[in-house]
Structures are given as structure tokens and as C-alpha cells.
């Protein structure tokens, strides 16, 4: 196979759950590019829909769905509904909520898929408080880390591949006082001198969720400008 058509995610339908924004647009956006079918979802509708109708110019099947991925009946609804309007689900961008569930249950049946959790760089160690005070927060990423770790383990006779993004710093509805404050001392934390930006999460998760990465599960890539490495 040429290296190319490895990338390629033509015939490919992909959720990504709090996908309407931020981080989740971003990537989104990356899948829908290189030609998968896009479901959005979160709880607010009007956002979910307007990102589905601009990736839907790309000339890919993009829906937005309203889901509280905090509900087990919203997430399962928003599964039906996929598979019944799209007729499959090969790729799930865990950005926010559990619907590793209902879509891994697709995923099996189908006889194989990609299951992305979008993890942190605060998942992989401490952080300063005067910067990061969530003890919380931080330990439900590392929490999210081993998640993979294990179900990677245990869905791997599945043919479902499971790995992780933990981003660094990058602009957010969460993260957005936060950098406002600390963005010149959090980029000179980083090696390459700068938070993340629009395009960075792009070219991981394509790789992740394409057929270049069939070989890796279990696995937790960094996407943090070498924040970690220093």
C-alpha cells in the first residue's frame, strides 16, 4: 500500500464527542479533510450543527447531534443514531464523556476500530499550583492514561486499536484564563517556544485514527512542543 492511502480515511466514520469546539473542532476538522464522515456531538446543539454544516462543505457526511456524554441513554441514542444514518462507526475521538461503551460495542461487532482518549500533559505529572491548581483534574487525566493502557489490552483480540493525545498547552474554553495570565512563562516552559495553536492536534489524530498506525495500541503521545521532555 502507498503511504499515502495509509492517511487516507475515505469510507470511514468518525465521532467526536464535544467536537462543536475548541480542541474537538480542531480535530474534527483534521478527520473530516482527509474524507471521514463526521458526527459531532455535545450538549450545545446550535454549536454541534454549525461546525457539521462547514465540514460538510468538504464534501464529506457531517451531522451534529445534541448528547450530554455524561448520560448513558444520550450516548446510546447518539450511537443508534450514527449507525443507523451512517451505517458504521470506525473511529471514536473520546474528547469528552463515556461513550467508549456504546461505540466500542459497534466497534466489536464490526470486527475492528480506533478509539482515541484525549488525555493532558497534566495526566504525566505534577503541575505548579500557582499555574495548575486541579489536583482533580490532573488525576482523572492520569486516570484517563492507564484507561487506555488497559483497554488496549483487553479489546486488542477485538482489533481495536486504543491510544491516546495528551496535549500541552493549547488555548481552550477551559484553559483560556489560564493562558491569558500564563502565556508568555508557560511558552518559555516549552522547548519549542510556544502553546499550541490551531493545527497541532491535526496530524495526530489522523495518524491515529488511519490505518498508519494499525501497529500501535496502548500507547500515549504528547503533543506538547517537548513541554514533557524538559
Not at 93 to 110: L, P, S
Not at 124 to 144: H, Q, R
Amino acid at each position: 500500500m502507498h503511504t499515502k492511502e495509509l492517511f487516507d480515511l475515505h469510507g470511514k466514520v468518525a465521532i467526536v464527542t464535544g467536537g462543536g469546539s475548541g480542541l474537538g473542532r480542531q480535530m474534527a476538522s483534521a478527520l473530516a479533510e482527509m474524507g471521514a464522515d463526521i458526527v459531532l456531538c455535545a450538549r450545545n446543539a446550535e454549536r454541534c450543527a454549525q461546525t457539521a454544516a462547514e465540514l460538510a462543505a468538504l464534501g464529506v457526511r457531517a451531522l451534529g447531534f445534541r448528547c450530554d456524554v455524561t448520560s448513558p441513554d444520550d450516548v446510546r441514542a447518539m450511537v443508534e443514531r450514527t449507525k443507523a444514518e451512517l451505517g458504521r462507526i470506525d473511529i471514536l475521538v473520546n474528547n469528552a464523556g463515556r461513550a467508549w461503551v456504546a461505540a466500542g460495542n459497534v466497534m466489536i461487532a464490526q470486527g475492528g476500530g480506533k478509539i482515541i482518549n484525549i488525555a493532558s500533559v497534566a495526566g504525566l505529572g505534577g503541575a505548579t499550583p500557582e499555574v495548575l491548581d486541579a489536583i482533580a483534574y490532573n488525576t482523572s487525566k492520569g486516570g484517563l492514561i492507564n484507561f487506555t493502557r488497559d483497554l488496549a489490552v483487553k479489546w486488542g483480540r477485538h482489533r481495536i486499536n486504543v491510544n491516546a493525545i495528551a496535549p500541552g498547552w493549547f488555548p481552550s474554553h477551559m484553559s483560556s484564563a489560564i493562558v491569558e495570565r500564563w502565556g508568555d512563562r508557560l511558552a518559555r516552559t516549552v522547548p519549542l517556544g510556544r502553546i499550541g495553536g490551531d493545527e497541532d492536534l491535526k496530524g495526530t489524530v489522523v495518524y491515529l485514527a488511519s490505518r498508519a498506525s494499525d501497529y500501535i495500541t496502548g500507547q500515549v503521545l504528547a503533543v506538547d512542543g517537548g513541554q514533557t521532555a524538559s
